[in-house]
């Protein structure tokens, strides 16, 4: 069975990474066999290829064509070091450098019609921004070759059928896995080492689409689920999923096993993990998915399970995350009580004003709901409940729209706290020891979160309290 390995920007980012990139995928080919390679655009802070193609467009469309031209240049030189630091051959390098000159010659091309008509279209977006990722493979694959590997670059346009939502399109996913098979499975029989692009792919019809955010994970697992892969590894600079922030707690550690239900709420309350998106392929086909470091690849990182028996991690918590810049808003009243739809109107109201709620909770009297949203789309919101319950105010059976700014959610987050009586009382009595103050909870019929909204000056204390249960569950 395969293995897909994702490189990210700072993996590519430049000759020295790139060595270092193909030093894991040498490693990796002799152990496994058959090795599939996505990679990202070259993104090494300050040069990121991806923002270079993008902000030269946007230049274009704001009618500044010397900053089109400039962004240009500054492409053809990232790639050219790269390439004239790894690609000993004259030839080859030649052949290469011509190779992202016509990629080059493209966007100029068409930054020139954006310039021209002052418009730039989710579709032209799409492949200026997948360029990138176009130009990267095509020098990891010759550097692969050079050191006596047998590569192949490939585009993800001729792998990944998707429909036609341009900046964040969805997978077809049976034509995905005719076209991925066909067009990896011969060349991974010949012993040849697929280098394909990440965030890019292509409707029925062959038009480049981008997969949004995270793209070039998603490629990722997208693809090992059309191979039936054994396992799919996104490689980045830390050593997989922590418990919690390191720059608030100390003692902060790596997260051996998770299932995707648990790196789920831990992306949804603000960690920075997996986006939903990237997992969903690999929850369907049962494949594992493990974040390892390029920095430190002896590390075993974090695998990330579907199969709750496949989770050998110990009951209790096991990570804690927060988010910050939030805002509470309660509708309360005692004209609420046994009042049909009143949930309904409020948080239809909420959706007109296109606030994502991060958070609910209701009390068993019916006399008041509140909700957890952004900091940034409070005013909105209020606004449209006002004018949403406009005569219920006037009558007093509503008789607030509250408001309490400056919050923050603490979760803690374990699948294998089900069942397990105690945890809740435990979080509590550990916030209470803190003295941080719970103005809401909130706990999922999975039980695999429990959420508090507390006072954004409180997270450190909370955190910190919380995490101690995650420690105490490792030991």
Not at 82 to 109: P, W
Request: aromatic share 4%.
């Amino acid at each position: 069975m395969s293995l897909v390995m994702k490189f990210g920007g700072t993996s590519v980012g430049s000759a020295e990474m790139m060595r270092r990139t193909a030093d894991l995928i040498e490693k990796f080919k002799a152990e496994w066999g058959d090795v599939v390679v996505v990679a990202s655009a070259m993104g090494t802070k300050p040069v990121k290829v991806t923002d270079i193609l993008l902000n030269g467009s946007k230049s274009a469309r704001q009618g500044d064509k010397a900053a089109y031209e400039s962004a240009a240049v500054q492409l053809r030189e990232t790639h050219d070091k790269a390439i004239d630091e790894l690609i000993e051959s004259t030839e080859e390098r030649a052949a290469l450098k011509a190779e992202i000159e016509g990629f080059i010659t493209r966007f100029l091309d068409i930054c020139g019609a954006i310039w021209a008509l002052q418009e730039i279209s989710p579709r032209t977006a799409d492949v200026i921004g997948g360029m990138g990722e176009q130009m990267s493979v095509r020098v990891i694959a010759a550097y692969l070759r050079q050191r006596g590997m047998a590569a192949q670059a490939l585009d993800a346009t001729d792998l990944i059928v998707t429909d036609d939502e341009f900046q964040s399109a969805t997978p077809i996913i049976e034509l995905t896995e005719q076209k991925t098979k066909a067009g990896l499975e011969p060349l991974l029989a010949d012993n040849v080492i697929p280098v394909v692009t990440g965030f890019i792919a292509a409707t029925v019809d062959g038009v480049t689409t981008t997969l949004g955010r995270s793209g070039s994970d998603y490629s990722a697992s997208i693809l090992g689920r059309a191979l039936g892969s054994k396992e799919v590894w996104i490689w980045t600079d830390v050593d997989g999923v922590m418990t919690t922030d390191p720059r608030i707690v100390d003692n902060a550690q790596t997260i051996p096993v998770l299932t995707y239900s648990e790196v789920s709420e831990l992306a949804y309350y603000g960690a920075k993990v997996l986006h939903p998106r990237t997992m969903r392929p690999l929850v369907e086909s049962h494949v594992p998915l493990r974040i390892k470091n390029t920095f430190n690849p002896d590390h075993d990182g974090t695998v990330i399970v579907t199969r709750a028996e496949d989770n050998i991690s110990p009951q209790g918590v096991k990570a804690v995350t927060a988010i910050k810049g939030l805002h509470m808003v309660t509708v309360e009243g005692r004209g609420m009580l046994g009042v049909p739809g009143v949930a309904a109107r409020t948080f239809q109201a909420v959706a007109q004003s296109k606030a994502s709620v991060l958070m609910i909770t209701q009390s068993s009297s019916e006399q008041s709901i509140c909700f957890v949203i952004p900091e940034d789309t409070a005013v909105d919101v209020v606004s449209h409940l006002e004018d949403a319950f406009a005569e219920e105010l006037k009558n007093r059976d509503i008789e607030r729209i509250g408001q309490v700014d400056q919050m923050a959610i603490v979760t803690a987050v374990g699948s294998r706290m089900q069942g397990v009586p105690g945890i809740a009382g435990k979080m509590f009595t550990a916030l209470g020891d803190a003295e941080v103050n719970i103005i809401a909870i909130a706990q999922g019929s999975s039980e695999c979160s429990i959420s508090v909204g507390i006072r954004e000056s409180d997270v450190a204390a909370a955190v910190q309290a919380v995490h101690e249960l995650a420690v105490e569950a490792s030991r």
